[in-house]
């Protein structure tokens, strides 16, 4: 086509259509440099959401292997020795007492992984859909509930025997601090509705995150920005 209107085209029309293209010229090269400064903006905020979503993950899975460890019925003889023991505690109270420190002592060990993922979850809520951010509440608060549950037997342990209603307390809190990893409505004490908690929080996180592992688009970015900017506020 171009050798065509080379050939054929009356001179006037090829000195005009030089013009035209001299003209253009500048335009274009704005536009090129306009496009490629938005695709560069593009790839660093693939990018950091990238990484910022490779980390939320890692900080989740994190999370739910540490309240595994926690939570679990297991305990070595060692462990609880970190509490401080009181002047006059017998051999047996103080064997009694370091098994009640044992899940506090957990809990402090774990403690930097609950910290990561709370500034993970602040970031998520920032670049992410809101629910990624309260299921990693969910899983911090389970930290909590453990904690609490902790004091909660501790203090009704020192109650025996204990009445019906006060039992059936225990029992709960028994489910919350011990892990069975099913569901036992006739059982308080092995209905272990939190593991069924964690998991769902850990689901919902992951399928949120995980499409932001694979190879970054620019469609996949906008629907980050979509679905950010379409999140009422709380």
């Not at 225990?170 to 272990?192: M, V």
């Not at 992951?206 to 709380?234: D, I, M, N, W």
Request: no cysteine; hydrophobic share 45%; charged share 25%.
């Amino acid at each position: 086509i171009i050798l065509g209107a080379l050939l054929w085209a009356p001179p006037g029309a090829m000195e005009a259509f030089g013009k035209v293209l001299g003209a253009l010229s500048p335009m274009v090269t704005v536009g090129l440099a306009i496009f490629g400064l938005f695709i560069w903006r593009v790839q660093l905020v693939a990018k950091r959401r990238f990484e910022l979503a490779e980390e939320a993950l890692v900080n989740t899975y994190a999370v739910v292997y540490a309240l595994e460890a926690i939570r679990s019925a297991f305990s070595w003889s060692t462990e609880g020795s970190t509490r401080k023991q009181g002047e006059k505690e017998t051999p047996e109270q103080k064997e009694k007492l370091d098994q009640a420190f044992v899940p506090f002592e957990r809990l402090n060990a774990h403690a930097d992984k609950f910290s990561a993922l709370a500034k993970s979850s602040l970031l998520m809520e920032a670049h992410f859909d809101k629910s990624a951010a309260d299921n990693m509440r969910v899983l911090m608060g389970a930290r909590g509930r453990i904690g609490s549950a902790a004091n909660m037997i501790r203090k009704l342990e020192g109650m025996q025997p204990l009445e019906p209603g006060s039992q059936k307390t225990y029992d709960k809190l028994h489910a919350i601090l011990y892990a069975s990893g099913s569901r036992d409505p006739q059982h308080l004490a092995y209905d272990d509705v939190l593991s069924e908690e964690i998991g769902k929080a850990r689901d919902v996180i992951v399928a949120e995150l995980r499409p932001h592992l694979e190879e970054p688009t620019l469609g996949t970015l906008l629907r980050v920005r979509r679905k950010t900017l379409s999140t009422p506020p709380s």
